[in-house]
């Protein structure tokens, strides 16, 4: 079985703090995906990594960046967190560029900015 | 834009109901996929289906089905006979093709699924 494994289940940081989330997946996959769930928004796209050191904005990318320097690692950060950034944030993996591929979900990071 | 629309936000049943959750969809590909997820209280997505849009075959497993029509861009999801465990939120997405050989995920905001004994 796919197994995506995020960092933590709950973070709770201050405002202005360096947040980093990290997503590891063990199936060799290609592409890793960032997401943040909020009700009534459904998922949202924050990046997306098609290979090793490679990323591409999605729908939403401002107050983030992310890492992949290692295929199986992508990792997600906040420069400077905000409280609007108080969220759930999904990872989610998938095999390659193939469109009919589903992509294989972490347990999500709840992230509370104060 | 491509889009995906869940109107129901939340449904309430009662247990052995038959319930039904909508999915309504926009897009320029004529090649595409519609996925649903179901996210249980623990937050996990678990993929449970996937259809091409050029396969409009009904299917079914046990107790979910799902009825893809093209000509009204639908693809809704039924369960027979909920049980508690189906309550969860369920999602509805549609891949979406992009320069450069990219594909993505465009996720409806979702419908939660309240099953009570």
């Known amino acids: 079985d796919v197994k995506v494994t995020q960092s933590s289940r709950y973070l709770v940081k201050r405002t202005g703090e360096k947040v980093f989330l990290e997503c590891v997946q063990d199936m060799d996959h290609e592409n890793m995906f960032w997401y943040r769930q909020d009700p009534g928004l459904g998922l949202r796209l924050i990046y997306f990594s098609y290979d090793v050191k490679m990323k591409e904005k999605g729908d939403i990318p401002e107050g983030y960046s992310v890492s992949r320097e290692k295929k199986e690692r992508f990792s997600l950060i906040l420069e400077s967190a905000s409280t609007n950034q108080t969220s759930m944030y999904l990872c989610a993996s998938s095999p390659g560029r193939d469109v009919s591929y589903e992509q294989y979900f972490g347990p999500g990071t709840r992230l509370t900015v104060t | 834009a491509q889009k995906v629309t869940q109107a129901q936000t939340e449904i309430s049943v009662v247990e052995k109901e038959d319930v039904t959750l909508d999915c309504v969809y926009e897009?320029?590909?004529?090649?595409?996929?519609l996925f649903w997820y179901k996210q249980p209280p623990s937050g996990e997505l678990v993929f449970l289906i996937r259809?091409?849009?050029?396969?409009?075959q009904n299917e079914i497993s046990g107790r979910y089905s799902w009825n893809f029509q093209k000509s009204t861009s639908s693809f809704n999801f039924t369960i027979t006979a909920s049980q508690v465990v189906d309550s969860a939120v369920y999602f509805c997405a549609l891949s979406e093709s992009f320069s450069g050989g990219y594909n993505k995920l465009i996720f409806g905001a979702g419908t939660r699924l309240a099953v009570h004994p």
């Open positions: 897009t320029r590909d004529t090649t595409y996929y």
């Open positions: 259809r091409n849009s050029f396969d409009e």
